[in-house]
């Protein structure tokens, strides 16, 4: 095994030095983001040997919104939320605005650039060995094992001078690096890449709270997330204005390559008056929005997160989805290694993962295909998100992530309206 002298590496207190790696770990975890941070957090937590390997440098851009049923599965102390949005409103094309308050809640909101490390610092304070370093390949041994080749990197993202590749040995495998996943691709070709929305956002300094601002956003709200359905901010999808506390992170997402994501953010910007507050950074990244067939390869490798696909679709919300996909690649990665039998236990990843999400997003894929198809549909569905059943049912079904079965006479006159407003018998601006 080459290795870099150390001396050329700045680490930070809570990374792993490259030769203080060990000769096998139980489990090497590619990708530091939410799934691949809590699914090495869990297994070493379960006494497991783990590594974590994470490039860092780059921040995903996000809106930042995570449910209650996040902060409770997941330990998320109020020290990393950096605002409560109480209401959420929705912005039609003609610009009809909609409130929809969230009636003694809040959707807790994070930064990306701070979330994210801590979680890795979590993962490492538990016992996982972090490393910072970009993959490259991984290649299955005689025994079973896997070998494991990266580039190391200095915590901006840099390489270091006069590095090599470094190898290390694992029993198993979770590729959490991405909607673009290197792992994903090498061990499923092109069934290992997902379709994709393409976001791209600008975080802002946030106006004082109450400042009036033009168009149909009104005036800013730091406690309320703002959603755009027009076709000039996104052909298929929406664009939002997401206060993160001192910060706001205004942006788009689109599937049509041809769309100029930045233009419509500038657009966006002039509409609500944030063209005049500062550009703290830009980021952009594909986000996938449908999960993958396959997710394992019945030996030693298993996906997670974006790598597996798991972003709600006509939402875009990752973080949740990310995190408890990365749990469950843990649990049948622990499984494995207490059973021996790899096959079953891996396998049982994405069957009990779609058990407990995949209506959610059957749902919400036929929403987005329908609703944000054209303009005139998107009026419609803003308008149905002014009904106190949408409201009610919509922010239960969020809040908990699970469809709410507790109201059958809700959901049946939630289905009347909606059908009224498919066949258009209803007008749009009832």
Known sequence: ???????????????????????????????????????????????????????????????????????????????????????????????????MPINGGFVGMVDRETFDPWLRERAAAAGTDLVHGTFDRFDENADGTVCVSFMPSNPDGTNPRDASMIQVKARFLIGADGARSKVARQAFGAAGEAPCVFAYHEIIESPPGGTALMGAGGAFDPARCDVWYQ????????????????????????????????????????????????????????????????????????????????????????????????????????????TGDARSALASVRRRYMKAHGKVFWVLGIMQHFWYSSDRRRERFVTMCADPDVQTLTWQAYMNKELVRAKPAAHLRIFLKDMAHLLGIRPATS
């Not at 597996?308 to 679709?313: E, I, Q, R, T």
């Open 1 to 99: 095994m080459n290795q870099p002298h150390i001396s050329l590496l700045r680490l930070h207190a809570s990374t792993t030095p490259p030769d203080a790696l060990a000769s096998l770990y139980d489990v090497a975890v590619i990708g530091g983001g939410p799934a691949g941070a809590i699914a090495a957090e869990d297994l070493a937590r379960a006494g497991h040997r783990v590594l974590l390997l994470d490039r860092p440098g780059k921040i995903k851009p996000c809106g930042g919104a995570i449910p209650p049923r996040a902060m409770r599965d997941f330990a998320i102390p109020p020290s990393q939320i950096v605002a409560r949005a109480r209401s959420a409103r929705m912005v039609s094309p003609s610009d009809r605005a909609i409130d």
């Open 231 to 338: 076709g000039e901010l996104s052909p298929d999808f929406y664009a939002w204005v997401f206060p993160h506390g001192d910060q706001t992170s205004v942006g788009v997402g689109s599937a049509n390559k041809g769309f100029s994501l930045r233009g419509a953010v500038r657009r966006l910007r002039e509409k609500t008056g944030m063209d005049t507050c500062a550009t703290v950074r830009t980021e952009g990244a594909p986000i996938p929005l449908k999960p993958l067939q396959k997710w394992d390869n019945g030996r030693n490798l298993v996906l997670a997160g974006d790598a597996a696909g798991v972003v709600a679709p006509a939402s875009g919300e990752g973080i949740y989805y990310a995190m408890a996909g990365g749990r469950q690649a843990a649990e049948g990665v622990s499984e494995a290694l207490a």
